[in-house]
């Protein structure tokens, strides 16, 4: 079996976002596959997904449609925080000048042995610590 895909984010927000059609239809292939086991989130990626929902989308998303969103990705599988991996985000900042966040995100695919990050915030073609970053909507 191949190594899974770490999606950001970005991704999770798109396959809800109706402002674009052509990212929104991408995004939902990347999270359908997710939840046959092809790629994982974090912690931060629900979190970060949440926010953006609830305070940033126009018009902004109510309680009860996020919670049916994060219900539905459940079953996505979720590499959880801890020390070491606080740890590594801030060696990224070190070795690669990532916010920490992008760190944490980093951080994550590399604990979970992901081959890629499916992004359209970080740099497509970069590998952190071995993991490499492709924009899925380019």
Do not use: W
């Not at 999606?7 to 596959?33: C, F, G, P, S």
């Not at 996505?76 to 606080?86: I, Q």
Request: charged share 20%.
């Amino acid at each position: 079996m191949s190594a899974p895909d770490f999606l950001d984010t970005n991704v999770l927000v798109y396959a809800y976002d109706r402002t674009d059609r052509h990212k929104q239809r991408a995004a939902r292939k990347l999270v359908a596959a997710a939840l046959d086991g092809a790629a994982l989130i974090s912690v931060q990626v629900l979190a970060e997904l949440s926010v953006t929902l609830l305070h940033k989308m126009s018009p902004p998303a109510r309680p009860e449609q996020v919670t049916m969103i994060l219900d539905a990705i459940a079953p996505v599988p979720l590499v959880v925080p801890d020390g070491e991996m606080v740890r590594r985000a801030v060696e990224a900042r070190a070795k690669y000048g990532l916010h920490f966040y992008d760190g944490m995100i980093v951080a994550a695919a590399e604990r979970a042995g992901c081959a890629r990050i499916l992004s359209e915030d970080l740099n497509p073609g970069q590998a952190y610590f071995g993991v490499r970053v492709e924009n899925p909507f380019a």
